[in-house]
């Protein structure tokens, strides 16, 4: 599970970078909740279709975070917002 939650806030940040296809698998399987068979049956394609695109865009959505930690330094900023007074955190999170 929790790999499913961390692709999630991947594809958050860089979801837009798949393609077309791709986002529709990865939003199907992963909020809609369907199964391969589910998806390759809508989609008119074979389940092993649909697990290779949702294993492709995973690492997509890894190899961006690697190069760009979007991520991580969202996290980093969290953390760091935790650390100031109350009305400074609230000024902060209006502004992102």
């Keep these: 599970m929790d790999n499913h939650i ?4 991947l594809y958050d940040y860089y979801g837009e970078l798949l393609t077309e296809k791709q986002q529709e698998y990865f939003e199907e399987y992963y909020f809609n909740n369907l199964s391969l068979a589910e998806i390759s049956e809508n989609e008119n394609v074979s389940r092993n279709a649909v697990h ?3 294993k492709e865009s995973a690492n997509k959505l890894e190899f961006y975070e690697e190069k760009l930690e979007l991520l991580k330094k969202s996290k980093q900023i969290q953390e760091l917002i935790k650390t ?4 400074t955190q609230e000024q902060i999170k209006e502004l992102i």
Excluded at 6 to 9: D, V
Excluded at 84 to 87: G, M, P, R, T
């Design 84 to 87: 100031l007074d109350q009305k």
């Design 52 to 54: 290779k695109q949702l």
């Design 6 to 9: 961390h692709l999630i806030n």
